[in-house]
Each structure stands twice: as structure tokens, then as C-alpha cells.
């Protein structure tokens, strides 16, 4: 029981840490301590972020808030794909003039909608192709649009210069 205390205590203090290193100045820092109730005064904070092992240990720090954040990102991917689900499946609550309660379909825009949001993220998430947009200046989808009509001219050109003779 008392590691269990302890690596809890650990990870808050990583937390702590990041907290230090993203406020930007000990006093800040301090502040934002006491409201996660630690009482650490800003010259200890001052102190600690001038050991060499301190970019180790907020190194260490971030990981373990990546970590937190990692898991409480995939429990609500979960909730949201189970509303999703029962949603799709029976359709979205609504009432009618009595009041009563009854389940309408989901619109077929809105089916197609979420459907294609998870394929790309599904995609996504084993590395397959996506389409692919290109950040195109105005001038070079002009310039690509003149040389497109300049092909043309050129294949229409030779096609007329072969009637001719």
C-alpha cells in the first residue's frame, strides 16, 4: 500500500514539475502549485530549476502527463463512439406534440458524415493514403491553369495543322 502512496505521490510531483516548467516563472509556478496542494515556496522552485538534472526530470514529467492525458483522451474516444453507435442504431430522441418521447432515424447526411470521419481516422490510424490537399498559391494555380490551356492550344493546334494538310 505505501508504493502505491508513493508512486502516486511521484506522478504529482511530475505533474508539479511540468506545472513549473510551463508557468514560465517561480511565482506563477508556486501559484499554480498550492492550487494542486503543494506548498512549495517560488525560491525552492527557483532552486530546483537550476540543478542539472532539471531538464531530466521535466523530461521525465511530460511523459507522465502524456501518458495521463493519452489514457483520459481514449475514455472519451470510447464515450463518443458509444453515443455515435446508439445514435446510428436507433436514432436521435425527439418528441412529438403529446410530448411523448420516440426515436427518429439518423439522416442520411449525417450517417454518411460520421461514417466518413471514422474511415479517414481509421485510415489514418493504420497508416493508409488519405487524399492529399496541396496548399496552392493563387498565383501558381494560376500559372498551373495557364499551362494546362497552353497543352490545349498546342494539341488543338496540331490537330488543326494535320486537316490542313
Known amino acids: 500500500m505505501t508504493s502505491g502512496l508513493k508512486r502516486n505521490r511521484e506522478d504529482r510531483l ?4 511540468a506545472y513549473v516548467e510551463s508557468a514560465g516563472s517561480s511565482i ?3 501559484k499554480l502549485l498550492q492550487e494542486r ?9 527557483r532552486d530546483m530549476t537550476v540543478l542539472d538534472e532539471w531538464p531530466s526530470l521535466i523530461s521525465i514529467a511530460h511523459d507522465a502527463l502524456d501518458k495521463i492525458l493519452d489514457a ?5 474516444i470510447h464515450a ?3 453515443i455515435l453507435r446508439n445514435r446510428l ?10 410530448g411523448n418521447e420516440r426515436r427518429k432515424p439518423v439522416s442520411a447526411r449525417d450517417a454518411a458524415w460520421i461514417g466518413a ?11 493508409l493514403a488519405s487524399k492529399i490537399i496541396k496548399n496552392v498559391t493563387i498565383s501558381e494555380h494560376f500559372n498551373n491553369i495557364k499551362k494546362e490551356l497552353a497543352t490545349v492550344i498546342e ?11
Open 14 to 17: 511530475r505533474s508539479a514539475m
Open 28 to 30: 506563477r509556478a508556486s
Open 37 to 45: 496542494g503543494f506548498d512549495i515556496p517560488a525560491r525552492t522552485i
Open 72 to 76: 483520459e483522451y481514449t475514455h472519451t
Open 80 to 82: 463518443v463512439n458509444e
Open 89 to 98: 442504431e436507433f436514432g436521435d430522441v425527439v418528441f412529438d406534440k403529446l
Open 117 to 127: 470521419v471514422f474511415k479517414d481516422k481509421r485510415n489514418a490510424g493504420r497508416g
Open 155 to 165: 494539341v488543338e493546334e496540331k490537330e488543326q495543322g494535320k486537316r490542313v494538310h
